[in-house]
T-cell receptor, first 116, second 110 residues
Framework: EAQVTQNPRYLITVTGKKLTVTCSQN?????MSWYRQDPGLGLRQIYY?????ATDKGDVPEGYKVSRKEKRNFPLILESPSPNQTSLYFC?????WGAGGDTEAFFGQGTRLTVV | GQSLEQPSEVTAVEGAIVQINCTYQ??????LSWYQQHDGGAPTFLSY????GLEETGRFSSFLSRSDSYGYLLLQELQMKDSASYFC???????????FGTGTRLTVIP
């Protein structure tokens, strides 16, 4: 089954304790991205990757890191989480990007993060 | 800058038709997408318009007017399961991301 898998689904952590949210897709997609979703603000992109070893900042990258060492995996790293990073996080992948590319995004099930 | 505007809430009756509008302001434009998200779930893709006109997929249709920077999602024969949030998203030239609107919460009532 084609899917994007995120782990964990729920996480409560304390301020400053480094954490990683994993994301894996089995569709051989080039493009992967991370979003956070907050009430009234919709989905905002944190980081994206257009291929292995090619990552770039989205609209709200502060406080986050990513890596893309393999095509299928795109982990999100919070080096020193703060309470304002409490949010619902989604990983997404798509076959291509822009200018006629297939941009249909497939989303993981989400990770609800609480930083206390 | 970039902006997307869509109504925050819409209520409609089961079996009826509802239209969710989206106006956008971006520096470049490839196309407009629509996503559905049920409470507690992940967004799922509904449609994509790159050219002017209407795209139909079953009970859902999406329309785009590039000259008016405007699009809409049309849901026909509404069912209770259509109660969800609907997001429009712009695929911009010169930016490798999808920029999402803040979403429209659709409530279908009996």
């Amino acid at each position: 089954e084609a899917q994007v898998t995120q782990n964990p689904r729920y996480l409560i952590t304390v301020t400053g304790k480094k954490l990683t949210v994993t994301c894996s897709q089995n569709m051989n997609h080039e493009y992967m991205s991370w979003y956070r979703q907050d009430p009234g603000l919709g989905l905002r992109q944190i980081y994206y990757s257009m291929n292995v070893e090619a990552t770039d900042k989205g609209d709200v990258p502060e406080g986050y890191k990513v890596s893309r060492k393999e095509k299928r995996n795109f982990p999100l790293i919070l080096e020193s989480p703060s309470p304002n990073q409490t949010s619902l996080y989604f990983c997404a992948s798509s076959p291509g990007w822009g200018a006629g590319g297939d941009t249909e995004a497939f989303f993981g099930q989400g990770t609800r993060l609480t930083v206390v | 800058g970039q902006s997307l505007e869509q109504p925050s809430e819409v209520t409609a009756v089961e079996g009826a038709i509802v239209q969710i509008n989206c106006t956008y302001q971006t520096s470049g434009f490839y196309g407009l997408s629509w996503y559905q998200q049920h409470d507690g779930g992940a967004p799922t893709f509904l449609s994509y318009n790159a050219l002017d006109g209407l795209e139909e997929t079953g009970r859902f249709s999406s329309f785009l007017s590039r000259s008016d920077s405007y699009g809409y999602l049309l849901l026909q024969e509404l069912q209770m399961k259509d109660s969800a949030s609907y997001f429009c998203a712009v695929d911009q030239t010169g930016a490798n991301n999808l920029f999402f609107g803040t979403g429209t919460r659709l409530t279908v009532i009996p």
